[in-house]
């Protein structure tokens, strides 16, 4: 089994910024993709950013040249850095990671959660 423990939430005013952080622990002989989503009251949860083992990045076009995604892979955790917060950034953000375990299974995982709250 794999833990994703997220970090870093809160409420910020617009303009403001924050940095998430989830480590992930368990049966891991490699992770994949690490990356974060987001879910509003009443949306769907989508896509924010990921990054892929060997760094490739993927960006939602509303966070584009706000947020910023990295990784350290020692520690098999992933970061999530906020900057130009919008009221409309307001959600539960999800951290993701697609994990190879020690079975040689591969499955992807799902933190808790962390709320983040932009105030306008």
């Known amino acids: 089994q794999v833990q994703l423990v997220e970090s870093g939430g809160g409420l910020v005013q617009a303009g403001g910024s924050l940095r998430l952080s989830c480590a992930a622990s368990?049966?891991?002989?490699?992770?994949?993709?690490m990356g974060w989503y987001r879910q509003a009251p009443e949306k769907q949860r989508e896509l924010v950013a990921a990054m892929a083992s060997g760094g490739d990045t993927n960006y939602a076009d509303f966070v584009k040249g706000r947020f910023a995604i990295s990784r350290d892979s020692a520690k098999n955790t992933v970061y999530l850095q906020m900057s130009s917060l919008k009221p409309e950034d307001t959600a539960v953000y999800y951290c993701n990671a697609n994990v190879r375990s020690w079975n040689l299974k591969t499955s992807n995982y799902w933190g808790q959660g962390t709320q983040v709250t932009v105030s306008s």
């Open positions: 368990g049966s891991i002989l490699r992770i994949n993709t």
